[in-house]
C-alpha cells in the first residue's frame, strides 16, 4: 500500500529564510510521481512542484525544489528566501502511474515570521 | 479561463439528511476526481470519472456515490449524513486519465458540516 509521512506538524520560520519540508513515503510500485501542494486557509489546494520517479533531476520551480532521495524514498520541499504569503499548510503527495488516486500526507503548517 | 468550480462552498446538514455537492472542470479536462479532507488531516480520495465513468473508488461506504455529466461536471452525493461526515470536499480536474505532469488542478472546496 502506499503511504506518505510528514513528521513536522508545524514549522516557524523566519521571513527571507530557506525552509525544509519533510516528506518520506512508500509505495511498491516502480512508476510514480511525487507532488507538493499548498493549502490556505481558504481550502484551495494549489500545486507547487512535481517529481516522477524516473527524473534524475531534483525538480525546480522558481523558490520551491524538491529534495528527492529514491533509495531513501525521501522527497522534501526546500522553499527559499521564505515569504510572509508562504504561510500555509503543506502536503506532500503521490500517485502511481497505474492509477489517479492521489495519496496525501497529513500536513506541516509552515508559519512565517515577520 | 475559470478554474475548477465546485458549489456551494459552504452547507450545514442534519444528521440523516442527504447532500449533493456540485463541481464545474476546468474548460476541456474530461476527468474529475473527488476527496474528503476532515479537518486536521490530508484529502483522502473517494472517486474519479473519466468519460463518465467511474475509474476508480477509495475507501468510503455506498452511502456515497457520484456521477459525471456529458459536460463532464460533477455531482457528489451522500446520502444518509453522520456527524463524521463533516469536512470539506474537494474536487479535482485533469485533461485525462493517468496524467502525471501536476495535471491535477483543485477547487477550494465545500465546506460540509453535518449537525
Known amino acids: 500500500a502506499q503511504k506518505i509521512t510528514q513528521t513536522q506538524p508545524g514549522m516557524f520560520v523566519q521571513e527571507k529564510e530557506a525552509v525544509t519540508l519533510d516528506c518520506t513515503y512508500d509505495?511498491?510500485?516502480?512508476?510514480?510521481?511525487l507532488f507538493w501542494y499548498k493549502q490556505p486557509s481558504s481550502g484551495e489546494m494549489i500545486f507547487l512542484i512535481y517529481?516522477?520517479?524516473?527524473?534524475?533531476q531534483n525538480a525546480t520551480e522558481g523558490r520551491y525544489s524538491l529534495n528527492f532521495q529514491k533509495a531513501r524514498k525521501s522527497a522534501n520541499l526546500v522553499i527559499s528566501a521564505s515569504q510572509l504569503g508562504d504561510s500555509a499548510m503543506y502536503f506532500c503527495a503521490m500517485k502511481a502511474s497505474r492509477d489517479d488516486k492521489i495519496i496525501f500526507g497529513k500536513g506541516t503548517r509552515l508559519h512565517i515570521l515577520p | 479561463d475559470a478554474g475548477v468550480t465546485q458549489s456551494p462552498t459552504h452547507l450545514i446538514k442534519t444528521r440523516g439528511q442527504q447532500v449533493t455537492l456540485r463541481c464545474s472542470p476546468i474548460?476541456?479536462?474530461?476527468?474529475v476526481s473527488w476527496y474528503q479532507q476532515v479537518l486536521g488531516q490530508g484529502p483522502q480520495f473517494i472517486f474519479q470519472y473519466y468519460e463518465k465513468e467511474e475509474r476508480g473508488r477509495g475507501n468510503f461506504p455506498d452511502r456515497f456515490s457520484a456521477r459525471q455529466f456529458p459536460n463532464y461536471s460533477s455531482e457528489l452525493n451522500v446520502n444518509a449524513l453522520l456527524l463524521g461526515d463533516s469536512a470539506l470536499y474537494l474536487c479535482?480536474?485533469?485533461?485525462?486519465?493517468?496524467?502525471?505532469?501536476?495535471?491535477?488542478?483543485f477547487g477550494s472546496g465545500t465546506r460540509l458540516t453535518v449537525v
Open positions: 474548460s476541456g479536462h474530461k476527468s
Open positions: 509505495t511498491s510500485d516502480q512508476s510514480y510521481g
Open positions: 517529481q516522477g520517479s524516473y527524473d534524475e
Open positions: 479535482a480536474s485533469s485533461l485525462s486519465f493517468g496524467q502525471q505532469l501536476g495535471g491535477y488542478t
